[in-house]
């Protein structure tokens, strides 16, 4: 089992940049990192994710905008957010899943607002 917290939350600019993080309380080694996100009204959905040999995959609506990464050492990964827009408006949760018995994890989540 595995406790994430996520950070980095908040107010940004339209056309701005931001970066989340999500720690772990312990290894992340063994699993498939993800960043999802649900806004008002609407499913959560699949924003990002990259495996443990660090591959990634993206939702199209991020794609060329959002780069998800992972430092193993430090049990953390990251999420760089630009040219954000107001539909990026959401609560975004950090995800860690363990392919073999597909248990999953799931941090507090954290608010970002794009103001125009």
């Known amino acids: 089992q595995v406790q994430l917290v996520e950070s980095g939350g908040g107010l940004v600019q339209a056309g701005g940049s931001h970066r989340l993080s999500c720690a772990a309380s312990g290894s992340i080694l063994i699993f498939v990192m993800g960043w999802y996100r649900q806004a008002p009204g609407k499913q959560r959905e699949l924003v990002a994710s990259?495996?443990?040999?660090?591959?990634?995959n993206y939702a199209d609506s991020v794609k060329g905008r959002f780069t998800i990464s992972r430092d193993n050492s430090k049990r953390t990964v990251y999420l760089e957010m630009s040219s954000l827009n107001s539909e990026d408006t959401a609560v975004y949760y950090c995800?860690?899943?363990?392919?073999?018995?597909?248990?999953?994890?799931w941090g507090q989540g954290t608010q970002v607002t794009v103001s125009s």
């Open positions: 990259i495996t443990v040999s660090g591959n990634t």
């Open positions: 995800n860690a899943e363990y392919a073999s018995t597909k248990s999953r994890f």
